[in-house]
């Protein structure tokens, strides 16, 4: 049980990397990025465990459980990665 929630967290790690990155580069700000951000990194994970695993939910405290595994420390991750690659392209 431990092991699937440490695979949804560092997945988490992974696309808050990926989506602060490209945010960064794309130039996207504020509020919008945010929301783009929580809506794709709840949405991913959703399927994942739901679809493409197929566990049960209840086994690890349900979906909600699930979903918010991780999610603070990805959001700070991806605020910070954001912010960085942001600072650095866009920079005048």
């Not at 699937?4 to 509020?31: C, E, H, N, S, T």
């Not at 918010?68 to 991806?78: I, R, V």
């Amino acid at each position: 049980q431990d092991e699937f929630l440490d695979v949804i967290y560092w997945f988490r790690q992974i696309i808050a990397v990926i989506l602060g990155v490209i945010w960064g580069i794309v130039p996207l700000k504020g509020f919008l990025g945010i929301a783009i951000f929580c809506l794709i990194n709840a949405g991913v994970l959703y399927l994942y465990f739901s679809s493409f695993q197929q566990i049960d939910e209840e086994e690890y405290g349900g979906t909600w459980e699930l979903t918010k595994e991780g999610f603070m420390t990805s959001f700070a991750l991806f605020l910070v990665v954001w912010i960085i690659f942001y600072t650095a392209i866009h920079y005048d």
